[in-house]
């Protein structure tokens, strides 16, 4: 399973130094717009203390944490999706992606140029919000099209998809987001397999100086409030220049009300809905993520595609159980580690052994 957080925005905005600070990996992030042409991947590991208490308590010769994957995507401006500044390439990869981190600027500093000449970062939003719709339209409209010879034979499930399609275009023809829309997983089934892009989950990263109070973040986290969309506050320059200190330092570094990298992992984490179950040991005590709603067999393969095809069963223990029991043997002996079958849904923090052919 890989799953991917696109870093998307205007042309400097921050988004490559950001990614600089997420992977500690040099990738161009020069004052010009379309520096970065072809996106750069980097693996993220999602801070988690409950496998430091693992490790610990497992005397674990290596430590291993859950990771996902940031996806630093080029600059997207004005008419990307009529193919303006490389447009329907940059569309192209932010389709790739499972989830969209939108980085808006914040900062003000007259050496690093504005692509419209002004910090508004609403005004930003939008126009990223309105390439991301027009992309969308293009598609819907294109299908409907296509759709329309079926929907006159009477075809049952044309004329449901018609339906669909229908509601999805009123709302971006209307400029709005699809996942703004009443939708269920069959209908996001649908526009997935488009390749739609407003269907994705997306949180905002204002970007700004550590200790600036300005009325453009003001109106910034307004409009996220008002539109329900997560955000998260932080100085990508600062913090790509603590990538290389220790925590200790960083606290003392970091000011304000900035909350850095680790709320935007954590929130990257979220936004593709995944949990971490653990599994620990003398070896290696390592977290791993799974899609919220996973079956043990599925959290199995995880760790090898063999294990789910040959699943028998699990033994589950949430990590504060055992940990409190002060060993696996104590554990056992207390009946606190459960037997689970293939029907078993994975929870947040479980720790699993898993038996398998």
Same mark, same amino acid.
């Given at each position: 399973?890989? #799953? ?6 205007l042309?400097?905005v921050?988004?490559s130094?950001?990614? *600089?600070?997420l992977? *500690?990996r +040099?990738?161009?992030a020069e004052?010009?717009?379309?520096c970065?042409i072809d996106p750069a991947?980097g693996?993220?590991?999602?801070p988690d203390?409950? %496998?430091?208490a693992?490790s610990?308590?497992?005397? +674990?010769k290596?430590?291993?944490?859950a990771?996902?994957e940031?996806?630093?995507?080029a600059?997207?401006?004005?008419g990307?999706?009529?193919g303006?500044g490389?447009g *329907? &390439?940059?569309l192209?990869n932010i ?8 980085v ?5 500093? *007259?050496? =690093?140029?504005?692509?419209?000449? +002004?910090?508004?970062p609403?005004? &930003?939003i939008?126009?990223?919000? %309105?390439e991301?719709v027009?992309s ?5 409209e294109k299908r ?6 079926e929907?006159?034979?009477g075809?049952?499930?044309a004329?449901?998809?018609?339906e669909?399609?229908?509601q999805a275009?009123a #709302? #971006?023809? &209307? ?16 526009f997935?397999k488009?390749?739609?892009l407003s269907v994705?989950?997306m949180l905002?990263?204002?970007?700004t100086?550590?200790d600036?109070?300005s009325p453009? #973040?003001a109106?910034?986290?307004d409009?996220a409030d ?6 998260v506050?932080l ?6 220049e603590?990538?290389e200190m220790d925590?200790g330092?960083?606290g003392?570094?970091r000011g304000g009300?900035i909350?850095?990298l680790y709320?935007l992992i954590?929130?990257g984490y979220?936004?593709?809905?995944l =949990?971490?179950?653990?599994t620990?040991?003398?070896k290696?005590s390592r977290?791993w ?10 959290a199995?393969g995880r ?11 699990a033994e ?5 159980v %055992? %940990?409190a ?6 554990a056992?002996d207390?009946g606190?580690?459960r ?12 720790v699993i052994e898993?038996?398998?052919?």
């Amino acid at each position: 399973m890989s #799953l991917e957080v696109g870093i998307i925005g205007l042309p400097n905005v921050g988004k490559s130094t950001l990614f *600089n600070a997420l992977t *500690n990996r +040099s990738v161009p992030a020069e004052n010009y717009p379309f520096c970065t042409i072809d996106p750069a991947v980097g693996v993220v590991p999602v801070p988690d203390n409950r %496998l430091e208490a693992l490790s610990e308590f497992s005397t +674990s010769k290596e430590t291993t944490a859950a990771v996902f994957e940031f996806v630093d995507i080029a600059g997207l401006i004005k008419g990307a999706a009529e193919g303006e500044g490389l447009g *329907n &390439d940059f569309l192209e990869n932010i389709r790739g992606v499972d989830a969209l981190a939108h980085v808006v600027r914040v900062f003000d500093d *007259n050496d =690093i140029h504005h692509v419209d000449g +002004s910090i508004e970062p609403i005004r &930003d939003i939008e126009t990223i919000t %309105l390439e991301l719709v027009a992309s969308d339209l293009d598609i819907v409209e294109k299908r409907l099209e296509k759709l329309a010879g079926e929907v006159r034979t009477g075809d049952k499930e044309a004329l449901e998809v018609q339906e669909v399609l229908k509601q999805a275009e009123a #709302l #971006l023809s &209307d400029t709005r987001m699809i996942n703004e829309g009443d939708f269920d997983e069959v209908d996001y089934a649908l526009f997935r397999k488009l390749g739609l892009l407003s269907v994705k989950p997306m949180l905002f990263i204002f970007n700004t100086q550590a200790d600036a109070e300005s009325p453009a #973040l003001a109106s910034a986290t307004d409009y996220a409030d008002e539109h329900d969309v997560h955000y998260v506050i932080l100085d990508a320059a600062l913090e790509f220049e603590m990538s290389e200190m220790d925590e200790g330092e960083k606290g003392d570094f970091r000011g304000g009300d900035i909350h850095g990298l680790y709320d935007l992992i954590t929130a990257g984490y979220d936004l593709l809905d995944l =949990i971490t179950f653990f599994t620990t040991g003398e070896k290696e005590s390592r977290g791993w993520p799974i899609s919220r709603g996973a079956t043990a067999p599925r959290a199995a393969g995880r760790i090898h595609s063999d294990f789910e095809e040959k699943f028998i069963r699990a033994e589950v223990i949430d990590w504060e159980v %055992l %940990l409190a029991a002060g060993s696996r043997a104590a554990a056992r002996d207390n009946g606190e580690i459960r037997t689970e079958g293939s029907e078993y849904i994975v929870q947040d923090g479980d720790v699993i052994e898993f038996l398998h052919g």
